[in-house]
DNA sequence: GCCAACGTTGGC
DNA sequence: GCCAACGTTGGC
């Protein structure tokens, strides 16, 4: 099983809108990053887990846990003329973007900020925090993401 | 295939 | 709102 980073702006759709969720399940579209979708389409498996990441917000951070609940398929934003994630090069019999359904987990008690994970040294190789990194799903190692998950659940 | 111009991401 | 660090586009 792997682990992931997944970034959404919280204005757009947050842990408190996938909590809210019937199921608790919502797809994750708008993906329009070539590497992104590849590790989405090619890497990631029903049962993985994911960290859900507030971004362009202050403090950007991650909030809490999901579950991966699908494999890949077509994103269908991407032949809708009416969303922002329309793309009209995009061919239906060859779709170009994919989407995976993700499930809520939990909510971290406290968001562990960008600042403080970039606080600890053993962090430090995480590919989110990778100066220029643009990408909306990075992979998280196992001791990563057991670091994580152990400050979120410390008092501080 | 090169690369300049342009668009996007996302922290600050 | 600014801008660094990308990624994409399209002329050549």
């Known amino acids: ?11 757009v759709f947050g842990i408190d809108d996938l909590q809210q969720s019937p199921n608790q399940t919502d797809s994750w579209d708008g993906v329009r990053n070539y590497q992104a979708r590849n590790m989405l389409r090619d890497q990631m498996q029903v049962g993985d887990l994911a960290f859900f990441y507030h971004s362009n917000c202050k403090p950007p951070g991650i909030v809490g846990i999901m579950e991966i609940a699908s494999r890949a398929y077509p994103d269908p934003t991407q032949f809708d003329p009416d969303s922002d994630y329309y793309d009209p090069k995009s061919d239906p019999a060859n779709p ?3 989407l995976v359904d993700v499930r809520f987990k939990r909510k971290f008690a406290r968001m562990i900020t960008l600042d403080e994970l970039r606080s600890h040294p053993e962090l430090a190789d995480m590919v989110v925090l ?3 990194n643009r990408l909306s799903i990075t992979p998280v190692t196992k001791a990563e993401w057991d670091f994580i998950v152990a400050l979120a659940d410390s008092r501080d």
């Open 1 to 11: 099983m792997n682990y992931w980073l997944m970034k959404s702006e919280p204005d």
């Open 96 to 98: 170009r973007w994919y």
């Open 130 to 132: 990778r100066r220029g």
